[in-house]
């Protein structure tokens, strides 16, 4: 199964693949959030949600019903 | 007279949008409403060289021209419309030198309008920290454009800019890129169909489901028919176009901008680690609301007895020097005492205004959102609702406009209806005056008991919007999509130049604004209170002396009797009788009475009115503070605030719906008289409950 943005754990970084438009706004897409992209997971706020992201060097938090929605592959941690 | 140009600041949120305005205009700015929306329109003029003047107009952020929100509207409305007495002469589209790649987007897509634009890249003294370096030739060239690189923080680069303006005749209106690439043959159809019209106008007329009030209806409609794709594969072009954008500018920034990360320090990350963490996170945020009150008490009551004693003697001097007669009265026992309930206030509200100044321009307040999201989500908010549930500390009007960017209309919707429920400036003159008659001043754990019990109400008006956002979010059955996007902004020392604009034009709104109704209610008041009906006022007198000729008083005490005599059977003193029995039960007298009906109209009139009232008739200039510790319980004895009807009081103003403005904005972003009417009415009858209650058990 392809990994979504909601698995990566702190600190992981992966590149997003895949969004499904219709569940992503248009707005995160015009902050970067494309395929292509690299994402790392900064924070995770209490109770797991939301994250907060570095896409693409925007900082955005995102809540974790959205992320599932965006296709990742992650990078294996150096 | 020589033309002026028009410049349009257009940027992304968090780039310094707002110093380069400032920065550019100075003083010379004000701030008003787009025509029949309230959205906040700021514009101001500066001098550029050579004796032009540019007017500008500081446009709210955006991070496109793909309009989500109706303050993102007004600026594709201004874009599109040629007509527009605005429209920009040339647009300055501000970014942030770190969010470069972002800021672009917005760029090209202006540079599609044909609009000339100059980019200016802000924040340039962070670029060394940052490890960033820049190309400008190349940048220039290929973004065709001129570029001001400057910093605001260090007013670095601000003449450059002024400079650019005032050539923008030069300004290349080339477009960057070709974004009619994404589907050829239906940009074709489009052009052959519309050849007078700009492509990318059209397009975005198309894809934007906004109301394009001022732009010209019948050529949208032709192009409305247009219309051959679907919904879902306008927002497939739409997603292309993104990349399409983002392809191009990754290329550009490819050679025009390196970042050496090795250079690069992060604090970001450091701070992060510990104002989002799950425990120091909530703790950081605690303390720094508890610091907020603290802060409010102490270093305000310094000005505030200063102002307090200087009006009482103001009201003095005004009858001693002016001849006597009914305008002096007027003057010195209606307009001054309701002025001076309203400018005492001053150094609070400006304080608090300075506090969320300062916790929104650090970035900080981005971080509370995140924090707060899963919380809030419980009760049917959204983690942005407490930006509005925080302002609304300073003014609901305001909060319930910062509203706009939360995303889900459900959760929009509750933050409007309990935004009210926050204690809001207004109700702090009655909070301030209340604690002060009826709270002990002794200390514990080093916090003032009337600091902690201010806190208290606080917590009680947050507790309350809480509560009841979650009892809404089980009644309301609104299904509306929902997501959340919150930009992360990095960490920022607040410019004292923006924070201090910022409280001053704030407070100048509040008092004026507050000011016409209260100089409006001090004068009727004043009136009904110095004249009444029938025998009983106009022989009162007679009345009185004979009633007490038995008693030996003095010259002094007799007028004073006299004096209360008269209130009482005024026009002002039949109307408090009138509702006495309703407000009895919560421990109030008429006077009281007569403050809360006028504070229908705004709370702050409170102060003022009992002010207005006392000193009808009264010779002697006393501070609002003194007079209201005299006041007598007519049923019960004793001081009329007491413990038990200054906490009821208290409740009261917590939770009654006792704002005009407040419920015309409800009306503007609900688009329907139903929820302001709820809220008047649910929310006053709450506090009635709760303020009998509260004396019953209390006296």
Known sequence: ?78 | MSKQINVALIGNPNTGKTSVFNALTGLNQKVGNYPGITVEKKEGICKLPRGVKAHIIDLPGTYSLNASSLDENVVIELLLNKNDKDFPDIAVVVSDVENLKRNLLLFTQIKDLEIPAILVINMSDRMKYKGISLDIDYLEDHLQTKIALISTRKNEGINDLKQLISNYKDISVTPCLNASEIDAEYFDRLRTAFPNQLLYKLWLVITQDVNFGKTDRNEIDAIASFKTKSESELKRLQQKETIKRYQFINNVLKTGQTIDTTQAKDLRSKLDRILTHKVWGYLIFFVILLTIFQAIYDWSSVPMDFIDSVFASLSEWTKTQLPKGALTNLLAEGIIPGLGGIVIFIPQIAFLFLFIAVLEESGYMSRVVFLMDRIMRRFGLSGKSVVPLISGTACAIPAIMATRNIESWKERLITILVTPFTTCSARLPVYLIIIALVIPEGRFLGLGYQALTLMLLYLIGFGTAVISAYILNKILKIKSKSFFVVEMPNYKLPLIKNVALTVVEKTKAFVFGAGKIILAISIVLWFLASYGPGENFNNAETIVTKEYASQNLNEEELQQKIASHKLEHSFIGLTGRAIEPVISPLGYDWKIGIAIVSSFAAREVFVGTLATIYSVGSDEEETIKNRMAGEVNPILGGPLFNFASGISLMLFYAFAMQCMSTLAIVKKETNSWKWPTLQLVIMSAFAYIVALIAFQLLK
């Open chain 1, 1 to 78: 199964m392809q990994d979504t943005l909601a698995h990566l754990k702190r600190g992981e970084r992966g590149i997003i693949t895949d969004v499904s438009s219709i569940h992503i706004p248009l707005k995160l897409l015009e902050m970067g959030c494309l395929p292509g992209n690299s994402v790392e997971l900064l924070q995770l706020a209490p109770f797991q949600d939301p994250m907060y992201l570095n896409i693409n060097g925007t900082h955005l938090a995102i809540r974790k019903e959205t992320a599932i929605h965006i296709l990742i592959d992650k990078i294996a941690h150096e």
